[in-house]
């Protein structure tokens, strides 16, 4: 076994591995916070669910903002900035989160924290992107969620823990881990972004923005971004809803949602690996579709089983989707966009993750405040088979531009 991880990590570059320990430190901070913030929400603030999915909203417009411009940045000034300016903003503005005891100044902090948090997030990918050859970005994503993965299933189960003792803690820590991040990214990690080709122009940052006028144009980019949108409403529930539905309709103590997530991230550190491998042989979108019926099954079953074993199946078959579908997406997008335009594409990418947060919790809060709570794990079963089929549609469209990777 130690000979075979030597391995592995002699087929990556050095760079490589420093990415994905200060990402790794970094996410264990936020792991803390984030299954646990609708509890904080709803326990300190007294609010129900659908004020709790207006507080996503808010987050996620401001974060498709910051996430649009950001990725426009890392195309202009470069990767490692616009990545160390997102983790120290993001960590002042959660700490203040954590300290305020005022409901309005609570919105206008989900606004900021949105905003500056995700300047980083397309500088990310659009970095191991740089630092990987094409035939090793899928294994690339996947060991980055094995790292993600492996630090939410240290930090929620911490997180509950501490929960129970002091919610302020959870976002104290947060804010250190995040500026600990900071300071090994500045010190330890090289700009990525490619040379301008030779008799190439700089371009102006409103020339850079305006960029997002031809990723847009797009029309596999756009395909894609569509699909992955509805996927995404469904799969955020995991992170907001799941864990008041659970707690209110079904007695789950913070400790045991920990558990639940801790499940899901345990799999994917044991697993990820050995099934990206496996699937990247496959078409991709192939492997979209099949990863969308897991997802269908999973979610739908939250709805038809109240026993605490049954959760945590559904969450293995949930799981099993999310690892299948994660390293897949992020390569092709990596691989279908141009080189001096990878921080627009990543960034374009997660509008759907913020269109999946605006729309997401708060169509969940209001069927969980006012109708059958069941009904939102239903309808994620039927929005994900419905994915699963325009999967089809298009690889029969378009099937040979997005062939297997390897």
Known sequence: MRVKLRSIAGEYPRHFWVLIGALFIDRVGGALIFPFLSLYITNKFG????????????????????????????????????????LIFSALISLGMGLIEDWELFYLLAFLTGFVANFGGPAVQAMLADILPIEKR????????????????????????????????????????????????????????????????????IQTIGGYGKV?????????????????????????????????????????????????????????????RKVKKHHQLSVMLVGNLFYAVGFALYGFTNKYWQFLVAMVIITVGEMVIAPIVQTLIANISPEDMRGRYMAA????????????????????????????????????????????????????????IS
Not at 62 to 84: E, Q, W
Not at 224 to 250: E, G, K, P, S, W
Request: with cysteine; hydrophobic share 55%; aromatic share 12%.
């Open 47 to 86: 609010v129900g669910m659908t004020e709790v999915g207006g507080i996503f909203a808010i987050h996620s417009i401001s974060s498709f903002f910051g996430n649009m411009v950001g990725g426009a940045l890392a195309d202009k000034f470069g990767r490692r900035s616009m990545l160390i300016i997102g």
């Open 138 to 205: 899928p294994d690339g994503f996947g060991i980055l969620r094995v790292a993600m993965n492996l630090a939410a299933t240290i930090g929620p189960a911490i997180g509950g823990v501490l929960a129970g003792i002091s919610y302020l803690l959870l976002f104290v820590i947060d804010c250190v881990v995040s500026m600990i991040t900071a300071v090994i990214v500045y010190f330890a990690l090289p700009e990525t972004k490619p040379l301008l080709a030779e008799g190439k122009k700089e371009e102006s940052v």
């Open 349 to 404: 990418y997660h509008l759907g993750w913020g269109i999946a947060v605006s729309i997401g919790p708060l169509a969940a809060g209001i069927i969980i405040d006012n109708y059958n709570p069941n009904w939102v794990w239903y309808a994620g079963g039927i929005i994900c088979s419905l994915v699963a089929v325009g999967y089809f549609i298009l690889k029969d469209r378009i099937g040979e531009r997005l062939a297997p």
């Open 216 to 276: 847009f144009k797009d029309k596999i980019f756009l395909a894609l971004l569509f699909l992955t949108t509805f996927t995404a409403i469904v799969y955020f529930q995991m992170n907001t809803t799941l864990a008041v539905y659970l707690r209110d309709f079904h007695g789950i103590s913070s400790q045991g949602f920990g558990f639940i997530l801790s499940l899901n991230a345990a799999c994917v550190v044991l697993f990820q690996f050995r099934v990206t």
